[in-house]
C-alpha cells in the first residue's frame, strides 16, 4: 500500500484537514441546563461548577436572550426548591405557581422561540433527596409514576415544549404520554433520560441544587455503570412507551454505549456531559494541567462523533464563543 497510501496527504494544512473533517461542532448541537432560584438579582456561583451559576427569575429572562443571540435555542431547566417546600409526595412540584412554572413562563416571555424543556424528577423536591416517593426505605415506582405524569402535565400546561423525565422508573415515559395525550398535549415531546447510570460524576450537581440522597444511593433505580445490554433494552423500551428523543448519561466515561445505542435506535440521541466532567475540566485549567478550551473542544466533537445528536453540557456558551 505505502507509498501509494500516505495518511498524512489528508492532514497536512488546515485547508485540506477542515475539507475531509467528519465531526463538526454548532450552536444547534447544544441542549444548555439552567438552574433557577427564588429570590431577585440572584446570580450566585455553584462552588463545585466554577463559572456556573444559579438564576433568579429576572436574570433567566436575561439569560434566555443572551442564549438566543448566540444561536442557543434550547434550554433544559432545573429548580433549586426551598427546605420547607419539600416533602414525600411532591405536592410542590404540582403547584402551579411553582418555581420551575414560572421559570418556564420566565423564558418563553423573554424568547418565545426558545425551546423549554423541564426537569422531570422528584429528587429537588424530596426531602429524601430521591427521585420517588419512599416508603420504608425503598422508592416506590408505580405511585413515584402517577406523579411523575401530574408534573410533567403542569409543565407542558405552563408552556413547556418537552418534558425531561430523569428518574429512572420504569414505565414513566408510558405514564406521561398517556396523560398528556388524555390532556391534549399531544404536541408536548418528551425526552427520556433512557440509559441513565449511578454515576459519581452527578455531585457537583446535587450541590447546585442541594438535592443529594439523604439515605443510601440511587442504585436501585440507576443503572450500573458495569453494564450495556440494558442500555440497549432501556432505550428501545422507553422508544416503545412514547419517547421522542432519549438519552444516555453521563457522556464521555459512557461513549461506547452512546454508539452502541445509537447503532440500535431510530429517534434523535441526547447525550448529557454532566456536571462531574465539567467539574473535572474547570479543576485542571485552573491548576494549569490541561489546555480548558482545546480539551474542551475535544471533549464536546468526541461526544458528537460517538453518535450524539443533541449535547447537554455545561460548556455550550463556552463552545460557541470560541468557534464563532
Ligand atoms: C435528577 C438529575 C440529576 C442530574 C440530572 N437530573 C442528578 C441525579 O440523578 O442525582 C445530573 C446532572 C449533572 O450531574 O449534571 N434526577
Redesign the pocket.
Known amino acids: 500500500m505505502y507509498p501509494l497510501n500516505r495518511n498524512r496527504r489528508l492532514r497536512s494544512s488546515e485547508a485540506i484537514r477542515s475539507l475531509v473533517r467528519e465531526t463538526i461542532i454548532t450552536p444547534d448541537d447544544f441542549l444548555v441546563?439552567l438552574f433557577v432560584v427564588e429570590g431577585k438579582g440572584i446570580k450566585e456561583e455553584i462552588s463545585s461548577m466554577p463559572g456556573y451559576y444559579r438564576l433568579s427569575l429576572d436574570l433567566l429572562d436575561k439569560e434566555a436572550k443572551t442564549l438566543w443571540s448566540m444561536g442557543l435555542k434550547a434550554v433544559l431547566l432545573?429548580v433549586k426548591v426551598a427546605d420547607e417546600l419539600k416533602d414525600n409526595t411532591g405536592k410542590e412540584a404540582l403547584n402551579k405557581d411553582g418555581l420551575m412554572q414560572r421559570a418556564i413562563q420566565t423564558v418563553k416571555n423573554a424568547v418565545p422561540e426558545m425551546l423549554v424543556m423541564t426537569?422531570v424528577?422528584l429528587?429537588?423536591y424530596s426531602s429524601y433527596g430521591h427521585?420517588g416517593i419512599v416508603s420504608e426505605g425503598k422508592i416506590l415506582n408505580d405511585d413515584t409514576n402517577a406523579i411523575l405524569a401530574e408534573m410533567s402535565l403542569s409543565h407542558a400546561s405552563a408552556g413547556a415544549d418537552f418534558v425531561a423525565p430523569?428518574?429512572m422508573m420504569d414505565g414513566r415515559v408510558f405514564e406521561i404520554r398517556t396523560l398528556l395525550e388524555d390532556e391534549g398535549y399531544h404536541d408536548t415531546g418528551i425526552m427520556s433520560?433512557s440509559a441513565?447510570y449511578a454515576?459519581a460524576?452527578?455531585?457537583?450537581?446535587?450541590d447546585a441544587l442541594d438535592?443529594a440522597?439523604g439515605f443510601g444511593d440511587?442504585k436501585t433505580y440507576?443503572m450500573d455503570p458495569a453494564n450495556r445490554n440494558e442500555a440497549i433494552k432501556e432505550t428501545l423500551m422507553d422508544i416503545e412507551e412514547g419517547a421522542d428523543i432519549v438519552m444516555v448519561?453521563?457522556g464521555l466515561c459512557y461513549l461506547d454505549i452512546v454508539r452502541e445505542v445509537k447503532d440500535a435506535i431510530d429517534v434523535p440521541l441526547a447525550v448529557?456531559q454532566?456536571?462531574?466532567e465539567?467539574a473535572m475540566l474547570k479543576a485542571a485549567a485552573e491548576k494549569g494541567w490541561l489546555d480548558h478550551n482545546s480539551v474542551m473542544l475535544e471533549q464536546i466533537t468526541a461526544i458528537k462523533r460517538a453518535g450524539a445528536n443533541i449535547i447537554a453540557s455545561?460548556f455550550a456558551k463556552d463552545v460557541v464563543k470560541l468557534i464563532s
Open positions: 441546563p432545573f426537569d424528577a429528587d429537588p427521585d430523569s428518574d433520560y441513565k454515576s460524576f452527578y455531585g457537583p450537581f446535587r438535592s440522597p440511587k440507576q448519561k453521563p448529557y454532566v456536571s462531574g465539567y455545561y
